[in-house]
């Protein structure tokens, strides 16, 4: 077991270029063995086996051409046939008296002795179907002759018979021949088939080894490698796999740089409040009790916000890694829009935002009801961001038959087409819009998400200078793999 492991794993390790080759050699191999094989112990079996199927049909023809003609046509077509096929031919009648003879061997085994005739008969009449084939040994010249006799309409009551005798030729020294003009032959052939496999072996290679360099290349963090794929369909394809990956890998690699800047900036400015205003408390109003509140209020914003951003990165990891598990109950949805729309009062009063809450019949539906809650409050929050100056914020509920969509819409100034498609990207922000609020700039991100772990269709529409819509749909279909738990 240890050695066929050993094996398995230096095979496992040997070169695309060389198993190639070896197996085309081995093919050729294969291919040379059986064509002697057959050549040493088939050819003179194969040799008889025609031998005799001739025989048979020289027979049919002499016999069918015995029952339609006479005279002097059947003699003619007796006379072809038998120099055609070198056979001797002996046409007799029912009492075993020849009528028809024709000799072209010269030693004929069927000629010469009567005696020897009726046996043949003899062996027809016995034989029950009429027909008899077989080997003999010629005494004269030692060779091994066919003979074959067949009766002449039925094998009952015979109209006559039919005997034919022919040499069968030894092939040993055809076969001896034959096995050096293979012997050339196959060495010529041995080292065609050797130079045949390098060059396919090594056109077949080529194109992969170089996309397994280009692939090394990518390893190393070079985004602008190219994936040729030339010499045949399937190195096309892996090229083009890997062309697409190399896209993406790079695409990752630039949302990861922005993450890195993004969340950096985002840690850096409260961390610098906090840590300002704990030096104001210790330094100057500490002793101040209004002063001191004041710091101490914005040392607690500045702590929610880290919260905030440390638990949105948790939470959007969570949900890309596969792990996260739906919790799906029974709830009204129109209800449930209007707390999470009372739940932004405090802003709306603060900040001077109306929130317009358009509802439609009650309806029950069944999902995550704290993913679904996160998604309502991310693209409220993310309105409320971008909106325009009226600050006016439209969320409406829209019942259809499979189903009821959530719309969130701002009057802000839109989004560019091109840029529509990115929006909801993990820490995409569009340069054309500045929050006013508290936000962590993965709001959309963990929306596309939970969306997708429930398998709901979701988008947006923008008119630039008039404002965007973000709009999903609850489906009245189940999410796959949730756990459903009545309320």
Same mark, same amino acid.
């Given at each position: 077991? /240890?050695?066929?492991?050993i094996i398995?794993?230096k095979?496992?390790? %040997?070169? *695309? ?5 070896l197996?085309f050699?081995?093919?050729?191999a294969?291919v040379?063995?059986?064509l002697w #094989? ?5 050819l ?14 020289a027979?049919d023809t ?9 005279g002097d046509? #059947?003699?003619?077509t007796? &006379?072809?046939?038998?120099?055609d096929n ?8 029912k009492y075993g008296?020849?009528l ?6 010269? @030693?004929?085994?069927?000629h ?9 008969l003899? /062996?027809?009449?016995e ?6 084939y077989? !080997?003999?040994k ?7 002759m ?6 002449i309409?039925?094998?009952? !009551?015979?109209?006559?018979y ?6 069968l030729?030894?092939?040993?020294? %055809?076969?001896s021949?034959? /096995?050096?003009?293979l ?8 080292g065609?088939? #050797? ?7 090594k056109?077949i290679? +080529?194109p992969?080894t170089?996309? &397994? /360099?280009?692939?090394?290349s990518?390893a190393k963090?070079?985004f602008d &490698?190219k994936?040729?794929?030339k010499?045949?369909?399937?190195v096309k394809? *892996?090229?083009d ?6 896209k993406?890998?790079?695409?990752? @690699?630039?949302?990861q740089?922005d993450?890195i800047?993004n969340?950096s ?6 961390? &610098? ?9 210790? @330094?100057l109003s ?7 509140a ?8 500045? %702590?929610?916000?880290l ?9 959007l ?10 919790s799906? =109950? !029974?709830f ?5 829009l209007?707390?999470?729309?009372d739940r932004?009062?405090g802003?709306s $009063?603060?900040m001077?935002y ?7 019949e ?11 809650e996160?998604?309502i409050y991310?693209?409220i ?6 909106t325009?100056a ?5 969320v409406r +509920?829209?019942?259809?038959?499979d189903?009821?969509l959530?719309?969130? $819409?701002?009057t ?5 087409e091109?840029?529509?498609?990115l929006i909801?990207?993990?820490?995409y922000?569009s ?10 700039g993965l709001?959309l991100?963990?929306?596309?998400a939970?969306? !997708?772990?429930?398998g ?6 923008s %008119?630039?200078?008039k404002g ?6 609850i ?8 756990d459903?738990?009545? =309320?």
């Open positions: 077991m /240890k050695l066929y492991n398995k794993r095979i496992a390790e %040997t070169p *695309l270029r060389l198993k190639i080759w197996y050699v081995l093919f050729s294969i040379f063995f059986m #094989f057959s050549l040493i112990f088939f003179e079996r194969f040799y008889e086996t025609m031998k005799i199927n001739d025989v048979r049909i027979a002499i016999v069918n051409s015995y029952e339609q003609h006479s046509s #059947f003699g003619k007796l &006379t072809d046939i038998a120099v070198d056979l001797c031919v002996e046409v007799l009648d008296r020849s028809y003879s024709r000799e072209v061997l010269g @030693d004929c085994m069927i010469g002795k009567e005696n020897r005739v009726y046996v043949f003899d /062996k027809i009449t034989s029950g179907n009429g027909q008899i077989y !080997k003999i010629n005494p004269r010249s030692n060779y091994d066919l003979l074959y006799g067949c009766a309409g039925s094998p009952e !009551k015979p109209e006559g039919l005997l034919l005798n022919t040499a030729v030894p092939v040993g020294s %055809t076969v021949i034959i /096995k050096r003009q012997s050339i032959i196959i060495f010529i052939l041995i065609v088939a #050797f130079i045949i496999s390098l060059y396919v072996s056109r290679a +080529q992969i170089e996309i &397994t /360099k280009s692939a090394e990518l963090g070079n &490698t994936f040729e794929g010499g045949y369909l399937e394809q *892996l090229a796999t890997l062309t697409y990956a190399e993406e890998l790079s695409k990752v @690699d630039t949302m740089r993450l800047a969340i900036h985002d840690l850096r400015t409260p961390l &610098t409040m906090l840590k300002a205003y704990a030096e104001m408390i210790r @330094d500490g002793d101040n009790p209004k002063k001191r004041e710091h101490l209020e914005i040392i607690i914003n500045e %702590t929610d916000r919260a905030l951003l440390v638990n949105d990165v948790l939470d990891s969570k949900l890309e890694s596969g792990k996260q598990k739906l799906c =109950t !029974k009204n949805i129109r209800s449930q209007a707390e999470i729309i932004f009062k802003i $009063e603060k001077g109306h929130i317009h809450f358009i509802p439609d009650e309806r029950v539906v069944c999902c995550d009801v704290v993913k679904i996160q998604v991310n693209l929050n993310n309105a409320i961001n971008y325009g009226d600050k006016q914020v439209f +509920q829209i019942n259809q038959e189903g009821v959530i719309e969130i $819409e701002d802000g100034e839109g989004i560019e091109d840029k529509i498609k909801f990207d993990k820490y922000r340069e054309n819009h500045k929050r006013e609020v508290v936000g962590t709001g991100s963990i929306v596309k939970v969306l !997708k772990l429930h709901y269709e979701y988008g947006v529409r %008119t630039l200078g965007s819509v973000f709009w999903f749909k489906s009245d279909v189940l999410p796959e793999k949730a459903v738990h009545n =309320t």
